[in-house]
């Protein structure tokens, strides 16, 4: 929860990088150790009638490359043992 005056952690990614996502995961286990939950709700879309090969491409590289790149870099990071169980949650849209 937030408390009047403390100010929220954050730290800024992006998710098409892999060593973005890897210096997340260092953030995370310097600062906290480990992580109960995963929430991937990283997404992009075009508008428009444009949509070619590049369009495409960047559309995949974050809905699918990014979600990939952070969870490979989160997962070791869940905490797991006999009375926690972690999850990992996958938000999309259509």
């Given at each position: 929860?937030?408390?009047?005056g403390?100010?929220?952690p954050?730290?800024?990614?992006?998710?098409t990088?892999k060593e973005?996502?890897?210096?997340?995961?260092?953030?995370?286990?310097?600062n906290?150790?480990?992580?109960?939950?995963?929430?991937?709700n990283?997404?992009?879309a075009?508008?428009?009638?444009?949509?070619?090969p590049?369009?495409a491409?960047v559309?995949i590289?974050v809905n699918?490359h990014g979600?990939?790149n952070?969870?490979?870099a989160?997962?070791?990071?869940?905490r797991?043992n006999?009375?926690?169980?972690?999850?990992i949650v996958n938000?999309?849209?259509?």
């Amino acid at each position: 929860s937030r408390e009047a005056g403390r100010p929220v952690p954050y730290h800024v990614l992006d998710t098409t990088s892999k060593e973005s996502a890897a210096k997340l995961a260092e953030w995370i286990n310097i600062n906290y150790g480990s992580i109960d939950i995963l929430v991937n709700n990283a997404g992009f879309a075009y508008h428009g009638r444009i949509f070619g090969p590049e369009e495409a491409r960047v559309t995949i590289d974050v809905n699918v490359h990014g979600m990939i790149n952070v969870t490979e870099a989160l997962v070791p990071y869940l905490r797991y043992n006999s009375t926690h169980h972690p999850r990992i949650v996958n938000v999309c849209s259509m």
